[in-house]
C-alpha cells in the first residue's frame, strides 16, 4: 500500500470526536489522541472500579494504544461479560481481534476472523449507526483474505452504509478505498469532497494534507495549506504539527522548522512524534544528519504517545542515520537496545549486515 493509503487508513480508524456531551473526557482524550492522559485517568478508574464494564473498555484501549499485547483482549472481553448490550463494548472487542490475528498463525486467523465478524456484527445490530463499526468492518472487507471473508465489493458496500449515516464519513471511506487501489485522482478528489463537506473537521484536513505529501501526489503547497488550516481548528492535537515539520524538513526551511517543533512541543508537550516525522524525511534525503540525529534523540527522550512510532523503532532509525554518518559502533549500539525493547525489530537486519 502507498504511504498515503497507510495514512489515510490510520486517520480513518480514528474516529472523529463527536462532542463531549456525548463522551466521557477519557473517550474525548483518547479521540484527540492524548493517550496518556487518557491512560491516567483509566487506570485510576480500573483500580477504584475493576467490575465496571465501562473501564474495563477504556482500558483495553489504552493498552493496545501503547502496544500491550496481553491485557487488552481479557480486558475488552471483560467489558461485554459485564455489559453485552452496549455496542461499542462488542467493536471494542472486535478490534482486539482483529489486532491478535496480525500475529497468530493461519489457522488461528480463521477463528479470530469468525470471533471478529461475530462481534462486529452484534455491535452494528445494537448500534446500526456506528460509523466506527462500520470503518472496522470495511476495513475487514478490503484487507482479508478471500478465505475467511475478505471481499472488495462488501467493502464498497460498507463504504456506501457509512455514506448514508454521514457524508463526511463516505467520502473518507471512499478515498480509503481509491488509495487502496492506487487511485489518485479518485483519492484526492475524495477527500477534498470530505473536506468541503465539513470544513471544520480536523481529521479531512490532515487527510488530505498528508496525502498531499505522499509521493502518491506531492504537493506541499496544498499540503502545508491543509495542515495551517486543521491547526487552527485545534492546536492541541499533533497532527498539524506533525504533517508541517515533515513538509519544512524536505524544503530545508530549518527556521520554520524549528519553529513549527518548538509550537507542538509547547501545546503537546506529551507527544514528540514532530521530531520523529522531521528525522525520517531527512533520513530518507539524507539531508542534514546531525539535525536528524538530533531530533531522533529528542523523542527518545521521553515514552512515545499511544499509537506513535515505539521506542524500538526510533532506536532503529537513530541507528541508521549513526551509519550513514559513518559511525558504525554508535549505530550498533542503538540497533542492539532496538533488538533488546522489540525481538522482532529490523534492527536484526542491520546487525546481520556484520556493521
Same mark, same amino acid.
Given at each position: 500500500?502507498?504511504?498515503?493509503?497507510?495514512?489515510?487508513?490510520?486517520?480513518?480508524? $480514528?474516529?472523529?470526536?463527536?462532542?463531549?456531551?456525548?463522551?466521557?473526557? %477519557?473517550?474525548?482524550?483518547?479521540? /484527540?489522541?492524548?493517550?496518556?492522559?487518557?491512560?491516567?485517568?483509566?487506570?485510576?478508574?480500573?483500580?477504584?472500579? %475493576?467490575?465496571?464494564?465501562?473501564?474495563?473498555?477504556?482500558?483495553?484501549?489504552?493498552?493496545?494504544?501503547?502496544?500491550?499485547?496481553?491485557?487488552?483482549?481479557?480486558?475488552?472481553?471483560?467489558?461485554?461479560?459485564?455489559?453485552?448490550?452496549?455496542?461499542?463494548?462488542?467493536?471494542?472487542?472486535?478490534?482486539?481481534?482483529?489486532?491478535?490475528?496480525?500475529?497468530?498463525?493461519? @489457522?488461528?486467523?480463521?477463528?479470530?476472523?469468525?470471533? @471478529?465478524?461475530?462481534?462486529?456484527?452484534?455491535?452494528?445490530?445494537?448500534?446500526?449507526?456506528?460509523?466506527?463499526?462500520?470503518?472496522?468492518?470495511?476495513?475487514?472487507?478490503?484487507?482479508?483474505?478471500?478465505?475467511?471473508?475478505?471481499?472488495?465489493?462488501?467493502?464498497?458496500?460498507?463504504?456506501?452504509?457509512?455514506?448514508?449515516?454521514?457524508?463526511?464519513?463516505? @467520502?473518507?471511506?471512499?478515498?480509503?478505498?481509491?488509495?487502496?487501489?492506487?487511485?489518485?485522482?479518485?483519492?484526492?478528489?475524495?477527500?477534498?469532497?470530505?473536506?468541503?463537506?465539513?470544513?471544520?473537521?480536523?481529521?479531512?484536513?490532515?487527510?488530505?494534507?498528508?496525502?498531499?505529501?505522499?509521493?502518491?501526489? $506531492?504537493?506541499?503547497?496544498?499540503?502545508?495549506?491543509?495542515?495551517?488550516?486543521?491547526?487552527?481548528?485545534?492546536?492541541?492535537?499533533?497532527?498539524?504539527?506533525?504533517?508541517?515539520?515533515?513538509?519544512?524538513?524536505?524544503?530545508?526551511?530549518?527556521?520554520?522548522?524549528?519553529?513549527?517543533?518548538?509550537?507542538?512541543?509547547?501545546?503537546?508537550? /506529551?507527544?514528540?512524534?514532530?521530531?520523529?516525522?522531521?528525522?525520517?524525511?531527512?533520513?530518507?534525503?539524507?539531508?542534514?544528519?546531525?539535525?536528524?540525529?538530533?531530533? $531522533?534523540?529528542?523523542?527518545?527522550?521521553?515514552?512515545?504517545?499511544?499509537?506513535? %512510532?515505539?521506542?524500538?523503532?526510533?532506536?532503529?532509525?537513530?541507528?541508521?542515520?549513526?551509519?550513514?554518518?559513518?559511525?558504525?559502533?554508535?549505530?550498533?549500539?542503538?540497533?542492539?537496545?532496538?533488538?533488546?525493547? /522489540?525481538?522482532?525489530?529490523?534492527?536484526?537486519?542491520?546487525?546481520?549486515?556484520?556493521?
Amino acid at each position: 500500500m502507498t504511504r498515503a493509503g497507510r495514512a489515510i487508513g490510520a486517520l480513518w480508524l $480514528l474516529g472523529e470526536a463527536i462532542g463531549a456531551s456525548a463522551q466521557g473526557a %477519557p473517550e474525548k482524550l483518547i479521540v /484527540d489522541g492524548h493517550w496518556k492522559k487518557a491512560r491516567a485517568m483509566v487506570e485510576t478508574r480500573i483500580r477504584e472500579a %475493576p467490575n465496571d464494564a465501562l473501564a474495563n473498555f477504556l482500558f483495553s484501549q489504552v493498552r493496545n494504544a501503547f502496544g500491550n499485547r496481553e491485557t487488552p483482549l481479557p480486558a475488552a472481553e471483560k467489558a461485554v461479560a459485564l455489559d453485552g448490550r452496549t455496542a461499542k463494548y462488542h467493536r471494542q472487542l472486535a478490534e482486539v481481534l482483529g489486532v491478535t490475528a496480525q500475529h497468530a498463525n493461519v @489457522f488461528q486467523q480463521a477463528l479470530l476472523a469468525r470471533r @471478529f465478524r461475530r462481534e462486529i456484527d452484534t455491535a452494528l445490530a445494537l448500534d446500526p449507526r456506528d460509523t466506527q463499526a462500520w470503518r472496522d468492518l470495511m476495513e475487514y472487507y478490503l484487507l482479508a483474505p478471500g478465505i475467511i471473508g475478505g471481499d472488495e465489493g462488501k467493502a464498497a458496500a460498507a463504504a456506501q452504509r457509512l455514506a448514508a449515516i454521514d457524508p463526511v464519513e463516505g @467520502f473518507l471511506a471512499q478515498a480509503r478505498l481509491a488509495a487502496y487501489h492506487k487511485q489518485t485522482g479518485k483519492t484526492e478528489e475524495s477527500l477534498r469532497k470530505a473536506v468541503e463537506a465539513q470544513p471544520t473537521s480536523y481529521r479531512a484536513r490532515i487527510a488530505l494534507a498528508q496525502f498531499y505529501l505522499s509521493s502518491m501526489a $506531492l504537493s506541499p503547497e496544498n499540503a502545508e495549506r491543509q495542515a495551517r488550516e486543521a491547526l487552527k481548528l485545534d492546536g492541541s492535537r499533533v497532527g498539524a504539527y506533525a504533517v508541517l515539520a515533515e513538509i519544512y524538513a524536505d524544503r530545508e526551511k530549518w527556521g520554520e522548522l524549528d519553529s513549527i517543533l518548538a509550537a507542538g512541543a509547547k501545546e503537546v508537550p /506529551d507527544d514528540f512524534v514532530p521530531y520523529y516525522r522531521a528525522a525520517d524525511r531527512l533520513l530518507a534525503s539524507g539531508t542534514d544528519l546531525p539535525r536528524a540525529e538530533r531530533y $531522533l534523540r529528542t523523542y527518545l527522550g521521553q515514552e512515545p504517545e499511544g499509537n506513535e %512510532p515505539p521506542l524500538a523503532e526510533a532506536h532503529w532509525k537513530l541507528g541508521l542515520v549513526l551509519e550513514k554518518e559513518a559511525r558504525n559502533t554508535e549505530a550498533a549500539v542503538e540497533w542492539r537496545e532496538a533488538l533488546r525493547l /522489540d525481538p522482532h525489530s529490523l534492527a536484526a537486519h542491520e546487525l546481520k549486515r556484520g556493521l
